[in-house]
């Protein structure tokens, strides 16, 4: 099992209108992957403003063979052989 930073597009108010994006990981345990959530989140919201209308927050994957978009501008390994950071290295 892997985690990931994820981000969920509700879309409308209509019951199941929504979907989850996998944006980073994978990471290895829920606490590291918790670490990134605010990044993530900062840095989406740069790129695009209506992410800030979205939820943010750790999914558990069983298939860690996808490597979140937004890994290489956040520093993150691009290749799931690479192991990724245990720590966040976020600065305000």
């Known amino acids: 099992m892997s985690f990931y930073v994820t981000m969920f597009d509700k879309r409308s108010n209509v019951p199941g209108d929504g979907r989850f994006y996998r944006i980073a990981g994978p990471f290895d345990t829920k606490e590291i992957a918790d670490r990134w959530v605010s990044p993530a989140w900062k840095l989406a919201n740069a790129s695009d403003p209506r992410t800030h209308f979205c939820a943010f927050g750790v999914?558990?994957?069983?298939?860690?063979?996808?490597?979140?978009?937004?890994?290489?501008?956040?520093?993150?390994?691009?290749?799931?052989?690479?192991?990724?950071?245990?720590?966040c290295n976020e600065s305000d």
């Open 59 to 87: 999914s558990e994957y069983e298939n860690d063979s996808f490597v979140g978009p937004l890994n290489t501008a956040l520093g993150l390994a691009t290749s799931i052989k690479r192991r990724f950071p245990d720590a």
